[in-house]
């Protein structure tokens, strides 16, 4: 009965593990405890979902998010300090060091506490850029709350649908409006190709200081959608960061909250978008999975016979082509969805593609979905090797905003025709011209050496033999 006792345990363990493609090991920095029962309901979600939370202070001097050089924790969610900054274990560097160990770290901003400059800075190194002027939010005159902010503007209400690009995969829109409560703006450079917004303001939106008494700004940081209120990172090596502009966004009383617009009363979506965006940087959306991959020559699929050739090559991902062959190449991609594996599907106007290159690609190609499984999509094409010998690979280099990168290299060798794979001559009509040529010289010598032996000798008559 004792194994049986273990294996109940283990099927136990693995259920409430979470669900999550990279951990449940969740840290949660915390300055003040008393705000913790403010975020309730987003706590009790990350649990449903298998996290195991931990809360720690800025402040607690043994907090470390390594141990033995290892992560502590898979992912870390930073709530903004009111003091100065989050200590010396919580440093730009070491924030650096947790994503280029698979770490997701989820920021939030608050327009009521000072981002501290050390964020400041580790965001400027990320081509996010915060006002200048600390005290600074985003106020709307047109898209607001009337109930909450009739008269400040500062909690904004931005409809789901219009969230993100239609030619991403759009995993945070949907229906409803999402209140973003004195957010703090964001402005993302142009020369990162990692940086996404997924939040923008709307057109009629600002950053300014309430604190100026000015009734007309006249340089404001940034406006319309120009602001990003929430925006993502995804570093080379798929570790996700976010960067949310309202921590309120995240408290019990706007999630499903009644607010008002232009004399309409609508709920919130804040609970749902908040699961969206937590789950995408802890790697429940978006997670990319290769399957199966193959490449084979075309026509010996169902067959044990390979090649008209002298080396003897296995049906399925050979390690030696020759030069002309006819290969198909497949791959299985699934897609993470929260609690399962889903077949992908590229976003509209996408394709994934495949690179036969040596140091650089002869061909490129799109692949197209050829079949479907209970969990994956199987892309593949058929395509004839180049006239090139020499090391090749096959490679799937698919990074697409929001969804990890896909990398995946097969090398093989590609080869010259052996002395007996070259058609034969009277095969080619182009020689049909120089074999006629032989032939007819080879006839007209067997011709003239039967004339010359059958030909009786001359004789001159009159002529007196000699001795």
């Given at each position: 009965?004792?194994?049986?006792f273990?294996f ?12 999550s493609s ?11 405890p008393?705000?913790k ?10 649990e449903?979902r298998g ?5 720690e ?8 998010l390594f141990?033995?050089?290892?992560r502590a924790?898979?992912?870390l969610v930073?709530?903004?300090p ?24 989820l920021?939030?901003?608050?327009a009521?506490?000072?981002t501290?400059s050390a964020?400041?800075s580790?965001l400027?190194?990320l081509?996010i850029?915060?006002?200048t002027?600390r005290?600074?939010l985003?106020v709307?005159h047109f898209?607001y709350d ?5 008269e ?5 209400l931005v409809?789901l649908?219009?969230?993100v690009r239609?030619?991403?995969?759009n995993?945070?829109a949907g229906e409803?409006?999402v209140?973003?409560?004195r ?7 142009n020369?990162?190709?990692l ?11 600002y950053?300014y ?5 000015a009734?007309?700004?006249?340089d404001?940081?940034a406006?319309g959608?120009?602001l ?6 995804q570093?080379r090596?798929?570790?996700?960061f976010t960067?949310?502009g ?5 408290q ?11 004399g309409k ?6 609970k ?7 789950g ?18 075309a026509e010996d ?8 050739s002298s ?11 020759r030069?002309?062959?006819?290969v198909?190449?497949?791959v299985e991609l699934s ?18 593609q495949?690179?036969?290159?040596m ?7 799109n692949?197209?979905?050829?079949g479907?499984?209970?969990?994956s999509?199987?892309?593949g ?8 010998h020499?090391?090749?690979n096959?490679r ?11 990398d995946?290299?097969r090398?093989v060798?590609?080869r010259?025709?052996?002395?007996d794979e ?10 049909w011209t ?5 032939w ?7 011709v003239?050496?039967a004339?010359?032996?059958y030909?009786e ?6 002529v007196?033999?000699t001795?």
């Open positions: 009965m004792k194994w049986l273990s109940l345990v283990l099927a136990l363990l693995g259920v409430v593990h979470a669900l990279s951990g449940s090991r969740l840290l949660v920095v915390l300055e003040e008393a705000e029962d403010k975020y309730s309901e987003f706590w009790g979600d990350l449903a996290f195991h939370l931990s809360f202070s800025p402040k607690n001097e043994k907090l470390s141990k033995h050089g290892e924790f898979d992912q930073l709530f903004p009111k003091s100065k900054g989050f200590g010396p274990s919580l440093t730009p560097n070491i924030l650096l060091d947790f994503l280029k160990k698979d770490g997701n770290i920021l939030t901003l608050s009521d506490h000072p501290p964020i400041v580790l400027l190194e081509d850029h915060l006002p002027d005290n600074a985003v709307d898209n009337t109930a909450s902010a009739t400040k503007h500062d909690v904004l409809p649908p219009s969230s239609s030619d991403l995969k995993y945070f409803g409006t209140a973003v409560p957010p703090v703006g964001q402005f993302l450079g020369n990162s190709p940086l996404v917004p997924i939040l923008r303001a709307p057109s009629t939106a950053s200081n309430p604190k100026d008494e009734e007309i700004v006249e404001p940081f406006v959608e120009q990003s209120l929430v925006s993502a990172m570093a090596n798929s570790a996700r960067v949310l309202s921590v309120e966004m995240l019990n009383e706007w999630f499903n909250a009644k607010v008002g617009s232009a009363q609508t709920t919130t979506a804040n749902e978008f908040a699961k969206k965006i937590s995408w940087t802890f790697k429940e959306l978006g997670v990319l999975k290769v399957g199966k991959l193959q490449h084979y020559l699929k169902t067959s044990k016979k390979v090649n008209q080396v003897g090559v296995p049906e399925s991902n050979p390690t030696i082509y030069i002309k062959n006819d198909t190449f497949t897609e993470y969805d929260f609690d399962h594996l889903a077949p992908f599907t590229p976003p509209e106007g996408d394709q994934v495949l690179e036969f290159s140091l650089s690609p002869f061909h490129r190609l692949l197209s979905p050829v479907y499984t209970a969990n999509t199987i892309f094409t058929t395509f004839t090797l180049p006239d090139q020499g090391i090749f096959f799937v280099n698919y990074k697409r905003p929001f969804l990890t990168n896909v995946e290299k090398q060798t590609v010259h025709f052996a002395h070259w058609p034969r001559s009277w095969k080619i009509s182009a020689a120089w074999i006629t040529g032989i007819v010289t080879v006839a007209g010598w067997l003239f050496v004339v010359w032996l030909s000798p001359i004789t001159a008559k009159g007196k033999k001795q």
